[in-house]
């Protein structure tokens, strides 16, 4: 099943529970599935009644193999990594496993536009602005930057690749700019966020033209640091170097309509490696959809080009597929 089919059931299903249940589950839900469950709810308008029966039968069949096995998940794995590695081992995974529970300032960001995110850091300084979108998802940090000026995208991104941790007692400026940055303030061990795998998934996700200018200036600053950064970088024509599995993985969570955009823009070895790895029946139909599809602008083929780099990298964090990159740390 595809991504979009699994949205389309719980767009289903969400209806058919009526108003007051279905906000109780939105509230469990992040704001980037809120927004995407509510566009898939918009979008879907006449639904047969057996489609509606199966969604609802395979829902209850897969809450019927569910079982509630611990009442607070966080506490136990607390509990079961302090047994076996000690609390201070335990203490670093435990801040990397739960992060974002203590972190109610930076939650309340998540829900913003980016616009309004950008407006209300504009007066910061750099490092503290790398220290709050360190702990947002990267496409949201991406698209709050993009609302910067070039000197201070540039200023940012060279404080996001050099971070190493992040000190609460550091983060104690932003209460004035935020509700509350980090709930428990010190007593929050240090996190591990930032550095260049972070700048590079960023900046992954910016325009062409952005993505130019950061590394330019991060190279200016720090050359072996700017070629750290493109080396853990994984744009769009490195697609070809996923080997045939992959490919075929890919392909089953990417729509055709997505993937007609995408490879709109893309090199001709790459078309062919997604045409080769489809039944020729699909291959023949994308060939004629390609060719009859008219000029496209770049910023639509570029965000097609994005949602399937987004599949990829979550399919690599899954552990489904790997990707061969540059650098010492070539497999992730």
Request: hydrophobic share 45%; net charge negative; no cysteine.
């Amino acid at each position: 099943m595809s991504q979009s089919d699994g949205l389309e059931d719980a767009a289903i299903l969400m209806m058919s529970l009526g108003e007051a249940e279905a906000s109780e589950v939105f509230k469990h839900l992040s704001p980037k599935e809120v927004q995407k469950l509510g566009e898939a709810i918009a979008k879907t308008k006449t639904i047969t009644r057996e489609r509606v029966t199966e969604v609802v039968d395979k829902f209850t069949s897969i809450a019927a193999a569910q079982s509630l096995l611990v009442s607070n998940s966080g506490d136990y794995v607390r509990s079961v990594l302090k047994r076996a590695l000690g609390d201070d081992k335990a203490a670093l995974l435990i801040d990397r496993i739960l992060q974002g529970g203590d972190v109610s300032g930076i939650e309340s960001l998540k829900w913003m536009e980016p616009s309004s995110v950008a407006e209300l850091l504009r007066n910061e300084h750099p490092q503290i602005v790398a220290a709050i979108l360190v702990h947002l998802d990267f496409d949201q940090a991406t698209d709050i930057l993009k609302f910067f000026t070039e000197r201070q995208r540039n200023e940012v991104m060279l404080r996001v690749a050099t971070m190493e941790g992040i000190q609460p007692t550091a983060l104690k400026d932003l209460n004035e700019v935020l509700f509350k940055v980090l709930a428990g303030g010190d007593k929050m061990r240090k996190s591990s966020l930032g550095g260049i795998k972070a700048a590079a998934e960023m900046i992954n996700l910016m325009g062409t033209a952005i993505e130019g200018t950061v590394i330019e200036s991060i190279r200016n600053h720090d050359p072996d640091l700017a070629q750290k950064i493109m080396d853990k970088m994984f744009v769009f024509d490195d697609v070809i170097k996923l080997d045939d599995k992959a490919i075929q993985t890919v392909l089953k969570e990417v729509s055709s309509d997505v993937l007609i955009v995408a490879l709109k823009g893309a090199q001709p070895e790459l078309k062919e490696k997604f045409l080769s790895n489809m039944s020729s029946r699909a291959a023949e139909s994308l060939r004629e959809d390609l060719e009859s599809r008219g000029p496209m602008r770049l910023s639509e083929v570029e965000a097609q080009q994005k949602e399937i780099l987004k599949t990829v990298r979550r399919l690599a964090d899954e552990g489904t597929i790997v990707i061969g990159g540059g650098g010492d740390d070539a497999m992730v």
